[in-house]
């Protein structure tokens, strides 16, 4: 609406929240700061709104830049809340789905900035031969609003492209069937898998990742308006990460520090059989190899993985130590002292036995386990409440569990180099699977990123 202080969500803080304020910090720009407490607010009182360092933080102030080469969100640095989103496509036109993406793209931009998804349609012209006693249909609005008065959080949105969108049951649905990658292949079945329909594939995906979780939700949820008549959300899964500093490992919810072999990271030398195997460092980024509308692009592998917290919790520190790899609380190898010692698998203890046991997590997810398969791993944890659970057999036990765990998120080249290999031994080895279990997920193919006025996906479109 032209004029309308509260056409975004700048504008909702300049309009009466807050003073606006512009800041530069490295390059990425701030928004307005807000709420209604002032600045010179002893803690207590702050405190007692319920306004803390956390929810007032300069992380909330900061947006992600949505153009550029590559897709944000993949090498973000790490947002402490997800929305993950998968759809399929129900138009049967080609040029509906690229209309589709060009909006998305616009949307998109827009949250990231901090402003409405869209502008409020126009009023139309009026229409002389109306019935005067019938009210107008009323306009839709552009943004829900749930968003507004909200700073941007860090806002990223990252797209991808499912198998569906190329082929499903056979059909070359909108002639794009030629130009599928090699690297975008069906994932196999895994040994333990439990794979629930409802939670698995999709044609579209879209991950959301900010510093609100409403921000997060906020922008699945303009995306899924605007998507109406062209695709409808197939599966969605929201996902958080704990309060940690800047240079920490988070933690997952089996307690233990999950990223920290990390490629394009901190992450320490990895040695076998008397080889170092540095860090690698084209992982994640699709190169000359690929078609060139993914270059500079990236393939996602999502899983959603339930863990047993009870079973877990019941088990002593110690074996829970050996059954990761490491030590619990200061996140070092078996073995080691500090979190980023060197993960040496030929070590071995005095009686001749592996130090890190042979099935531990750490060993058989290691690049220098597996031929260098690598992958960048960004991973959410999440809580879904609990479901019931009761048993047919001795000791016939009733009771509820909880329906939680690990959103896992990784980025790679290319599956068959780095998640397939990996998950195939983890699968049949890893004596992390006695307490986890994995009921949903995909694979998709994330383009590079929107440039100029263009937007994700276009060079699919237009090969």
């Not at 969605?236 to 704990?242: D, E, M, N, T």
């Not at 896992?408 to 983890?426: H, K, L, N, S, T």
């Amino acid at each position: 609406m032209t004029g309308c202080p509260f056409a975004s969500r700048r504008g909702f803080l300049a309009g009466g929240l807050a003073g606006g304020l512009a800041a530069g910090l490295a390059g990425v720009a701030r928004a307005a700061p807000q709420g209604d407490v002032p600045r010179d607010a002893p803690p207590a009182d702050a405190a007692a709104k319920g306004i803390t360092a956390a929810s007032q933080g300069p992380g909330r102030q900061e947006s992600v830049p949505f153009r550029g080469a590559r897709q944000a969100g993949i090498l973000t640095p790490l947002q402490s809340h997800t929305y993950f989103a998968a759809f399929d496509l129900t138009t049967t036109r080609q040029a509906e789905v690229a209309a589709l993406l060009a909006r998305w793209t616009l949307a998109a931009e827009h949250m990231a900035r901090g402003e409405a998804a869209q502008p409020d349609s126009p009023a139309p012209a009026p229409d002389p031969g109306a019935d005067p006693a019938i009210p107008p249909r009323p306009r839709p609005a552009g943004d829900s609003g749930e968003a507004f008065g909200l700073a941007p959080a860090r806002l990223s949105v990252t797209f991808g492209f499912g198998a569906g969108l190329f082929v499903r049951d056979g059909q070359d649905r909108y002639g794009l069937a030629s130009r599928r990658p090699e690297a975008l292949v069906d994932l196999p079945r895994f040994n333990g898998d439990q794979m629930q329909e409802a939670r698995t594939g999709g044609d579209l995906s879209v991950q959301a990742c900010a510093d609100d979780p409403q921000v997060a939700f906020h922008a699945v949820r303009q995306l899924a308006r605007i998507a109406g008549g062209v695709a409808v959300l197939r599966w969605v899964q929201s996902g958080f990460s704990a309060n940690f500093a800047a240079n920490d490992t988070p933690r997952n919810l089996m307690g233990f520090k999950d990223g920290t072999q990390n490629p394009l990271s901190r992450r320490p030398e990895e040695s076998v059989g008397g080889a170092v195997r540095p860090a690698t460092k084209d992982a994640v980024w699709v190169g000359e190899d690929g078609p060139a509308w993914m270059r500079g692009g990236s393939y996602l592998v999502v899983r959603r993985i339930r863990v047993a917290l009870e079973h877990w919790d019941a088990t002593d520190t110690e074996f829970q130590e050996q059954v990761m790899g490491r030590h619990k609380v200061s996140g070092a190898p078996l073995g080691g002292t500090s979190e980023f010692d060197p993960l040496d698998l030929d070590a071995v203890d005095a009686d001749g036995n592996s130090v890190i046991p042979d099935t531990a997590h750490v060993r058989l997810a290691a690049a220098a386990s597996n031929g260098g398969a690598d992958m960048l791993r960004r991973g959410y944890s999440y809580n879904d409440g609990v479901n019931m659970v009761a048993e047919r057999w001795p000791p016939w036990r009733q009771g509820l569990e909880y329906d939680s765990g690990l959103l896992f998120i990784c980025y790679q080249r290319d599956p068959r180099a780095g998640f397939i290999p990996v998950f195939e031994q983890m699968s049949r080895l890893d004596m992390l699977n006695q307490y986890v279990t994995h009921t949903g997920g995909g694979l998709f193919a994330c383009p590079g990123g929107a440039q100029g006025n263009g937007f994700i996906g276009q060079g699919l479109f237009e090969a």
